[in-house]
């Protein structure tokens, strides 16, 4: 399994802008799909992620701003991001949990895609 982000760049503060996650291979199963977002120096930390069956999860810094949402083959996750600020600008990473095999559990991650907001 395979991910692609694309849809960074440069935004400016208040702005919008869409990540977007195309997935290859087809998983034995897929248990949650999401992103993630990391600064230079920090760690790597969740923004959203979804489960098969709908459930979302997000941090209470994205609550009300990002909305995250998949198509019904699960092969495209996508990152809705409004009322940008300069406190997200990072790497973001799409990320999807699931097995390979009914016993075999694995993560995968897409190569991250910048987004920079200017104030």
């Known amino acids: 399994v395979q991910l692609q982000a694309s849809g960074g760049g440069l935004v400016r503060s208040g702005g919008p802008l869409r990540l977007s996650c195309a997935r290859t291979?087809?998983?034995?199963?897929?248990?949650?799909m999401g992103w993630y977002r990391q600064v230079p120096g920090k760690q790597r930390e969740l923004v959203a992620t979804?489960?098969?069956?709908?459930?979302?999860n997000y941090a209470d810094f994205v609550k009300g701003r990002f909305t995250i949402s998949t198509n019904g083959a699960r092969n495209m996750i996508t990152l809705q991001m409004n009322s940008l600020k300069p406190d997200d600008t990072a790497v973001y990473y799409c990320?999807?949990?699931?097995?390979?095999?009914?016993?075999?559990?694995?993560?995968?991650w897409g190569q991250g895609t910048l987004v920079t907001v200017s104030s």
């Open positions: 979804v489960t098969t069956g709908g459930k979302t």
């Open positions: 291979g087809t998983p034995f199963k897929i248990d949650t």
């Open positions: 990320n999807l949990e699931g097995y390979s095999d009914p016993w075999t559990d694995f993560t995968s």
